[in-house]
């Protein structure tokens, strides 16, 4: 009888958690936006922390090789939410943007036969860089399920800019479509 009791009331419990909504903790979002313009893979995963405050990663991967400049960062984030409801609505958060670059730069080269200036290529150069950044955005959950995240940040890189040819300025976007688990 003890165990059909204690059986019993952990069943409640769990029937009450999935009533409040408080067993999804983890958010999927994928931006289909970029995927179709750049092509651009940018997906994003956050564990909730509680109803104010989430932890997450973001990636962005370029999908085509024929690119000349090759693009993947991912940003791992921490998020603090301002909304009513549980971690939805309008937030700001800092992330860490890893960025991994590559290139194909060319050097001017004079020939004094002809007179003329011509470019070679100095071969692929490949860098990775690490910067922080902040951003805002906002997410809206529909249904305790689906979804819908529109944000975006600006993120300072660090790094040799002498030697490497790269921005020290990156970001992040999101404009997606996901689901919580």
């Known amino acids: 009888l003890i165990v059909i009791a204690l059986f019993n009331l952990n069943a409640q419990e769990l029937n009450s958690n999935q009533e409040s909504g408080s067993e999804r903790k983890n958010d999927v979002t994928l931006d289909p936006f970029l995927l179709i313009a750049i092509p651009m893979l940018n997906v994003s995963y956050e564990r ?52 991994m670059q590559r290139e194909w730069p060319y050097a001017w080269v004079y020939n004094e036969s002809t007179n003329m200036y011509y470019t070679v290529d100095s071969g692929e150069k490949t860098f990775t860089t690490v910067g922080f950044g902040f951003g805002v955005g906002g997410k809206w959950v529909i249904k305790n399920r689906l979804v819908i995240e529109a944000s975006g940040g600006i993120a300072r890189r660090f790094g040799n800019f002498d030697r490497n040819d790269f921005s020290p300025v990156t970001g992040k976007i999101m404009g997606g479509i996901g689901y919580r688990f």
């Open 48 to 99: 909730l922390i509680d109803k104010k405050m989430g932890v997450g990663v973001n990636a962005m991967i370029v999908l085509d090789d024929n690119e000349s400049d090759y693009f993947t960062q991912f940003s791992p984030y921490f998020r603090y939410y301002l909304g009513k409801k549980y971690a939805s609505g309008f937030f700001f958060e800092g992330f860490i943007p890893v960025t």
